[in-house]
């Protein structure tokens, strides 16, 4: 038996990066900032996929990250008047420094209690980002304008596309297998000689970095932010949204439900508000049911069929 | 030196002592039979060694070096692996992954490369006749697929200590016979083995030296047909009464 060949998604995904980097010269404004938009969602879906996906460990809290990260570059941006190339890397690495911190005490906590720990933390953020005086408080902080939308489109399709290939590296590779370990039953992976502390924090903490850098960028992106603008738990939903909608612990599966969920939700959005955020929920209850392992292994496997539901229904106990 | 000593090794929850004051020693080569009857402690013990529990008393030394306060992962890094009486399979996974994960960590860090881990992983396949499930789902494998897959993972760790908790649970009389022939193979390439077993034929077939658990003390230990036929062996398994008809 051989590897998988990777030659083939190799040369398909060179050439959607390609035919995007050029997009910009062929399509009206409102479909370049479509495709921002479709950016940071794809990067924040793919971000979230490294904990959450791989790792087996449902964050609820990564939009503290993402609020680190645009908070960080905007306060340096201003207050300090640091250059944006540096201001960003800053938000990035702090974010990461942030998640690997809070990571350690409360990775040790599994299911759901992991869950509600990180929504608190993302919760507390907002909170003390709220009263600190650096940050603007609940004002906010207003960043320059910048007239072209193209340093953010490229910002943003290079943050997605190093996100999807640390997705790809850990999809094959030694520290990617350890986690999918720890996912699958982590007493057996500490037993065969993974070192899981290490490898949960370090997935967390790159998982961070990512959000973190997408927030820095959509800081600058928006050039206005405050606490309940940016740490808004529907963000953290709609990675989960995506991530579970495409396929967690796939490579392809965020970028699909981002893609599906940010057209839809686009489209549905013009017409009105509140039917966007009902789809929202009405996607979570179809892929429970229909396709637990997301849109992906539907697409690979064709797996899709009443009878699959009627077993979903049954292990539900409905 | 013995490659694994262990000196008055004892685990309490709460008021119960789950094992007391076990100390052994195992030679290197050897296989060691760990019998004992349901709650006498034998997988409480095993998993004090391996570092899932902390201890409440005592020491193992492994070539030496203490064990005790060492995550887990430690331990199988330095060459001491086991294998779980409830068997943990990465479930999602298929069998062959299942055991690369194995060799890419293990004994010493395992294979760092990929397809070196690969590579590993279909030889213990093969050698413990797995080879035709190897793209098999790990949900999908039966009960006496499930115990190789387990043993294949802790071998694809290249241990020179393994501890099997109960790999031949389940299996039927033919499945037992080729366990214990791969047993006693396993000792050959040069692993020494500590086996808790259940099934008393497999346990004379193989075992060098056999010491027995009960209420969590060690009640004895030596040769298997010495040990098999100690009259507080027989009543501790069977009950007072089958060892008084049997006369021994």
Redesign the interface.
Known sequence: ?R?PSRRVPTVAGALVVAALALAPWGLSPFLVQFLINLFMLAALAESWNIIGGFTGYASFGNVAFFGIGAYTTAVLLTAAAWPFALALPAGGLLAMAFAGLIGMPILRLKGHYFAIATLGVAETMREIVYNLKITGGGTGLTMPITRSPLPFFYLMLAILVAATLVNWWLS???FG??L??IR??E???????????LYKTAAFALSGAFAGLVGGVFAYWITFIDPEGVFRVIVTIQMIIMAVFGGM?TVVGPLLGALVLASVSELLSTQLVSLAELFNGLIVILVVLFMPKGLAEVISKREFSLKKLARNLREYGV | MALIEARGVTKRFGGLAAVSEVSFDLQDGEILGLIGPNGSGKTTLVNVISGALPYSGGEVRFQGDSLRGLPPYAIGRLGVSRTFQIVKPFRNLTVVENVMVGALFGAHGGARALAVARHRAEEVLDFVSLTHRAGAAADGLNVPERKRMELARALAMRPTVLFLDEVMAGLNPSEIDAAVALIKQIRDRGTTLVVIEHVMKAIRDLSDRILVLFHGEKLTEGPPREVLNNPDVVSAYLGRRYAEQSGA
């Open positions: 038996m590897l094959a590779s030694r297998y350890g999918i370990a699958e039953d007493d057996a992976a500490m037993a065969m000689g993974i070192n899981t502390a612990g």
